[in-house]
């Protein structure tokens, strides 16, 4: 009687070990029929009181052997099926189609003009030196010839710090002639890119924060003649070599002689347009000579060294050199307008 019982339990064990589920369906019978609420198994168990004390043992150890082949092989089974369903069927993908395009942005307008500028002053030797944008009324103001009365503040008024009349943020990056002249000895060729602000209504033609670059020479016997050749050199690499230059009179309270100068229109090859406002002429930068009393009071004797200086607004530059009509585009970060210059750097 007991033989037969073992053998029952054998033959189920043998059941499980030969059984081969293969679908999903098949799967889940398997599992009913071996784990579920009214599983082969549970009722084996019940067989334990037709079983002699003595192979008790041995019996109840066989019917958890099956219990847990059952339980091994739904298991195995389902960790199966899951990798199947994760498996990719390479053969519906057609590996030789082109991928999803990726969305390159492009630099801004202000940043390649930039970086034509820098490109073509260090090739003649200008370093590019940076500096801070808030800056204290003596580097803005007061070291660059232009002392707490002089009227020449007025034409520069920017925004001061919370309750400080001394921390502003700097006008002009002429600032930079100063910090720079006060720590390091000529000769001196550096270019100064970097943000500047005024306290101006924004419109189409100005704004309240915009770019600079300055430019700044100082060595023994450094010319007007010197400045004249740099400036015609950078307007001929900037606008084409056929670019003539045009320097006014002008006033800087940091410069003297100074001047104003315009490049020859390269829109309309000066002939006349709504750029260059039918004269012919593009106004780009001021320049001038470095007033000795701002190489004195950055610790340059002015006896034994001059220099000359330039300073030019960069969103002026992109707006003629992309014939942007609005100042105001180039900060509004709007993806339609900046995605034009994705092939012009
Ligand atoms: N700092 C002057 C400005 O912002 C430009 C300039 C720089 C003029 C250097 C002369 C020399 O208008």
Known sequence: MSAEIFDKVKSVLAE??????????????????????????KPLFGEIRHIPNEQK????????????????????????SEAAQDQVDLG?????????????????????????????FTRIGFNVAEDREIEDDWHN???????????????????????????LL?????????????????????????????NETISARSHCQFHQVEGLYVDKNV??????????????????????????????????????????????????CSVCKYTGWVEILGCGMIDPEVLKNCGIDPDEYTGFAFGMGIERQAMMLYQINDIRLLFENDVRF???????W
């Open 92 to 120: 519906s993908i057609d590996l030789t189609a082109p991928g999803e395009p990726i969305n390159i942005g492009s630099r801004h307008p202000v940043s390649i003009t930039l970086n034509k500028i820098i490109d073509i």
């Open 170 to 198: 700097r006008t002009h990056t002429s600032s930079v002639q100063a910090r720079w002249m006060t720590k390091n000895k000529p000769p001196i060729r550096i270019i100064a890119p970097g943000r500047v602000y005024r």
């Open 141 to 167: 103001f007061t070291a660059m010839n232009t002392p707490e009365d002089h009227p020449a503040r007025d034409m520069q008024d920017t925004f001061y710090l919370k309750d400080s009349t001394e921390m």
């Open 223 to 272: 010319s007007f003649a010197d400045m004249k050749q740099t400036l015609l050199y950078f307007a001929q690499e900037m606008y084409g070599a056929e670019t003539k230059i045009r320097l006014r009179p002008s006033f800087f309270p940091f410069t003297e002689p100074s001047a104003e100068m315009d490049v020859s229109c390269f829109i309309c090859d000066a002939k006349g």
């Open 16 to 41: 499980i070990e030969t059984s081969n589920p293969q679908s999903p369906e098949e799967v889940e019978q398997f599992r009913i029929t071996y784990l579920g609420s009214k599983n082969k198994i």
């Open 338 to 344: 900046l995605n034009q210059f994705k092939s012009a």
């Open 57 to 80: 043992k041995e019996f109840g150890q066989l019917v958890n052997t099956v219990k847990q082949a059952a339980e091994d092989k739904f298991q195995a089974l389902k960790s199966a």
